[in-house]
């Protein structure tokens, strides 16, 4: 553990954010500087090391150095010396190129300085507490021979290979300009901007605002140079022309600054489109396709402008398209494309593996594809690789070294939290990759934090600080212990800067003939003695949060516990109703029926429920414990009409899985997240579906916590919807506080 990697990793943290201001704080002042003392990277290691379980791990891996945690408490630990702290910042005023210096405050030393150096050659900043002098040759060395007098040697920080000072001028040279020329440059997808000291105050400001006000821009103080991302070249063009000349004049000779913006544009305008405009394009499409795809196999006109968009995006875009309508499809027909780009992954939940399986079979039956079961077989070297989140972690290190060029991540939204380990091993394995298509209806189940992850890893220029992220659109606000990141603010703003890769259309906009959906709520009257039931276990939960609350000793997680067993209470006691409704259902309708419940003991009951009837219900069901086959052939079985009814858990059957032989779902019990719920509803809202209208029906027990839960979720899908779909949301609870609220201010919210 040296100073230079102390400094990395304190520039990295300035720049990403923490929870602890004071630390935050002394991060951002020590970043600014060109290197650190041992004396300085001691002390701030002792802060540094708070962080070592995750946040600097990860930092440390995105700036491709080694972090050892041992290591660097074990550096913290060291004594530090008596001589005095001594560091120096290189900024720019008014009077032209400075030099901040940061010592111990000694009035002798600051009187001598000021009589030897008048202003301007020496000031004092107030606004930062220190003295400065300007970077000049013969003022840098008259300062130092006056500062070692005093103790503080200053020589090491400003003495160069030429002598004294970063640019060899003459004494009280105004202006450094004459030393480099203005430039811009592409490396990779950044800009590099140059650009001498400027005279004019005025402007000197005005071109500096313009460059600050680009997301992501960087300025690099060792090298002396800003950087922005590429994508937003053209914006910084528009801002300087006319403003400063040669800087919009160099940046708009990189003819990658206008390419990007015309497929840019051509992104944007099909992000939402319901077919191609360019009647040529999709011929040359279905031509190369009817070479591959097997005979009566064919895109709808909407999935050949998702094709499209893959295209431009050079195979990294999220298809964001609603469920139900065929994002598999267009990835597959990417794929095929782009033999070039094989080996594939295909990363997806362990319930739908089979199901991509079954589609590879389909639509690319001339390919070879395997399957992963278990973190411990070989992985066969197949076309396709498919395999589930959970094993990522144990075959990571198989797939690496297998060559994979492209990776398909389904259901992309189970990456939000980048620090779980299926996680870094899948973003591990998708950024050696070249092509990357993230597939999500639902990108956000819940909150836009949730979609930094994703949006990182297709776009690392645009979304690379989370700390910024967070800031910018989750409404943050410091609790004081610490960041609050679970709102959202600004939802116009990101859907329109994810606009360009991320393409979504709704069901209703690409799929008229599908049916609408309705979602309607049932109230469920409990008998006398579950009612008792209800009410007592409502005063047993309160008069222990009023103790705790009362103590000031809340456990970790009580409230959370509290809610949700209040609602497996109302699930249980709906089992015989839900029975009731299903035994109508088919009486009335003679159709299938889809069931979801929440918890084991639901569906248990719930089965045990059918069995007792006459005539019996025919059903299967999918949990969490059924294996990946058998739910491949419960589904199938299900589809061919041969049940009554299908039985699943939320969870574990909200995705991948088709399910229209029905066109209604009853829901026993709710989720936290909305997202998970719309999946749910949507096995029977696909491609396939042919009746004229699909429900969605809750249960609902009267005067319970459901009739709240009810209205809270439903307000919670229109900050996801904000952000996918465009429009405005600023909501800042999540669904347990505002429960808790409303348990506050109406116990009746718990039961009458």
């Known amino acids: 553990?040296?100073?230079?990697?102390?400094?990395?990793?304190?520039?990295?943290?300035?720049?990403?954010?923490?929870?602890?201001?004071?630390?935050?704080?002394?991060?951002?002042?020590?970043?600014?500087?060109?290197?650190?003392?041992?004396?300085?990277?001691?002390?701030?290691?002792?802060?540094?090391?708070?962080?070592?379980?995750?946040?600097?791990?990860?930092?440390?891996?995105?700036?491709?150095?080694?972090?050892?945690?041992?290591?660097?408490?074990?550096?913290?630990?060291?004594?530090?010396?008596?001589?005095?702290?001594?560091?120096?910042?290189?900024?720019?005023?008014?009077?032209?190129?400075?030099?901040?210096?940061?010592?111990?405050?000694?009035?002798?030393?600051?009187?001598?300085?000021?009589?030897?150096?008048?202003?301007?050659?020496?000031?004092?900043?107030?606004?930062?507490?220190?003295?400065?002098?300007?970077?000049?040759?013969?003022?840098?060395?008259?300062?130092?021979?006056?500062?070692?007098?005093?103790?503080?040697?200053?020589?090491?920080?400003?003495?160069?290979?030429?002598?004294?000072?970063?640019?060899?001028?003459?004494?009280?040279?105004?202006?450094?300009?004459?030393?480099?020329?203005?430039?811009?440059?592409?490396?990779?997808?950044?800009?590099?901007?140059?650009?001498?000291?400027?005279?004019?105050?005025?402007?000197?400001?005005?071109?500096?605002?313009?460059?600050?006000?680009?997301?992501?821009?960087?300025?690099?103080?060792?090298?002396?140079?800003?950087?922005?991302?590429?994508?937003?070249?053209?914006?910084?063009?528009?801002?300087?022309?006319?403003?400063?000349?040669?800087?919009?004049?160099?940046?708009?000779?990189?003819?990658?600054?206008?390419?990007?913006?015309?497929?840019?544009?051509?992104?944007?305008?099909?992000?939402?489109?319901?077919?191609?405009?360019?009647?040529?394009?999709?011929?040359?499409?279905?031509?190369?396709?009817?070479?591959?795809?097997?005979?009566?196999?064919?895109?709808?006109?909407?999935?050949?402008?998702?094709?499209?968009?893959?295209?431009?995006?050079?195979?990294?875009?999220?298809?964001?398209?609603?469920?139900?309508?065929?994002?598999?499809?267009?990835?597959?027909?990417?794929?095929?494309?782009?033999?070039?780009?094989?080996?594939?992954?295909?990363?997806?939940?362990?319930?739908?593996?089979?199901?991509?399986?079954?589609?590879?079979?389909?639509?690319?039956?001339?390919?070879?594809?395997?399957?992963?079961?278990?973190?411990?077989?070989?992985?066969?070297?197949?076309?396709?690789?498919?395999?589930?989140?959970?094993?990522?972690?144990?075959?990571?290190?198989?797939?690496?070294?297998?060559?994979?060029?492209?990776?398909?991540?389904?259901?992309?939204?189970?990456?939000?939290?980048?620090n779980t380990q299926r996680a870094e091993a899948t973003l591990y394995l998708a950024n050696k990759c070249e092509a990357v298509l993230c597939l999500s209806g639902t990108a956000i189940t819940n909150r836009p934090i949730e979609f930094f992850t994703t949006l990182n890893l297709l776009r690392p220029t645009h979304f690379s600080s989370w700390f910024q992220f967070a800031q910018r659109y989750t409404n943050a606000f410091h609790n004081g212990y610490g960041w609050n990141f679970t709102g959202a603010s600004n939802t116009k703003e990101l859907n329109e800067r994810t606009r360009d890769f991320c393409i979504r259309r709704l069901k209703s906009e690409v799929l008229t003939e599908l049916p609408p959906k309705i979602r309607s709520f049932v109230p469920v009257i409990m008998k006398p003695d579950e009612r008792k039931e209800y009410k007592q276990s409502r005063l047993d939960w309160m008069r222990k949060y009023e103790s705790y609350q009362t103590s000031g000793g809340m456990p970790k997680g009580f409230v959370l516990n509290m809610l949700t067993d209040l609602r497996h209470t109302c699930g249980k006691m709906k089992v015989s109703s839900a029975v009731d409704w299903m035994r109508e259902h088919r009486y009335q309708t003679g159709k299938p029926l889809v069931v979801y419940t929440h918890h084991k003991d639901v569906m248990d009951e719930l089965c045990a429920h059918m069995d007792e009837e006459e005539p019996k219900f025919t059903y299967r069901r999918i949990a969490g414990d059924t294996p990946s086959n058998k739910r491949a052939e419960n589904v199938e079985t299900f589809q061919r009409g041969e049940l009554d009814v299908i039985v699943c858990s939320t969870v574990a059957a909200k995705e991948g899985i088709t399910l229209t032989a029905a066109d209604t779902v009853l829901f026993l019990e709710r989720e936290w997240v909305p997202g998970w719920e719309e999946q749910a509803e949507d096995r029977v809202l696909r491609i396939g579906q042919d009746s004229d209208k699909v429900h969605a029906v809750y249960l609902s027990c009267a005067g319970t916590i459901d009739e709240h839960f009810d209205r809270i979720i439903e307000e919670k899908r229109a900050v996801v919807q904000a952000v996918l779909d465009g429009g405005e949301a600023e909501e800042r609870a999540g669904i347990v506080s505002a429960l808790l609220k409303k348990i506050q201010d109406n116990e009746g919210v718990l039961g009458v």
């Open 1 to 418: 553990m040296d100073n230079q990697v102390i400094l990395q990793l304190v520039k990295a943290m300035a720049e990403h954010g923490c929870n602890h201001k004071l630390d935050y704080d002394a991060f951002v002042k020590l970043s600014h500087l060109p290197h650190l003392t041992t004396q300085q990277s001691i002390l701030i290691s002792k802060r540094l090391k708070r962080y070592s379980e995750k946040q600097l791990p990860a930092l440390a891996k995105e700036l491709g150095i080694k972090f050892d945690a041992e290591a660097l408490d074990h550096f913290s630990k060291q004594p530090v010396a008596d001589a005095p702290l001594i560091s120096i910042m290189r900024y720019e005023d008014k009077y032209g190129p400075r030099i901040a210096l940061h010592m111990p405050y000694n009035r002798e030393a600051q009187d001598e300085l000021k009589q030897q150096l008048p202003f301007p050659r020496s000031k004092f900043e107030s606004n930062i507490k220190v003295w400065s002098i300007i970077d000049d040759e013969e003022v840098i060395r008259l300062a130092v021979n006056i500062l070692k007098k005093h103790g503080y040697d200053f020589s090491t920080w400003l003495l160069t290979e030429e002598g004294y000072g970063s640019q060899k001028l003459p004494s009280h040279t105004k202006s450094p300009s004459s030393t480099f020329n203005v430039s811009a440059e592409l490396k990779k997808d950044k800009l590099i901007l140059r650009w001498p000291f400027i005279p004019d105050p005025s402007l000197r400001d005005e071109v500096r605002l313009a460059v600050k006000s680009i997301p992501n821009r960087k300025f690099n103080y060792d090298e002396k140079f800003w950087t922005i991302p590429l994508s937003h070249g053209h914006t910084l063009y528009k801002e300087l022309d006319g403003l400063y000349q040669p800087l919009a004049d160099a940046i708009a000779c990189i003819p990658e600054v206008e390419e990007y913006l015309e497929d840019a544009l051509k992104r944007v305008s099909l992000s939402q489109a319901v077919e191609l405009d360019d009647t040529a394009l999709v011929q040359s499409y279905k031509e190369k396709l009817q070479q591959i795809l097997p005979e009566g196999k064919e895109l709808y006109p909407f999935q050949y402008a998702g094709l499209a968009f893959a295209e431009l995006s050079e195979g990294r875009c999220l298809l964001g398209d609603d469920m139900g309508i065929g994002k598999t499809i267009q990835a597959l027909a990417y794929a095929a494309l782009h033999p070039e780009k094989w080996p594939v992954a295909v990363v997806c939940p362990a319930n739908v593996k089979y199901n991509w399986a079954k589609e590879i079979e389909e639509w690319l039956p001339h390919v070879t594809y395997s399957v992963v079961n278990t973190g411990k077989e070989d992985i066969q070297p197949t076309d396709f690789i498919i395999i589930n989140y959970d094993l990522m972690r144990k075959q990571v290190d198989n797939l690496s070294v297998m060559d994979i060029k492209t990776c398909i991540i389904d259901e992309s939204h189970y990456l939000k939290d980048a």
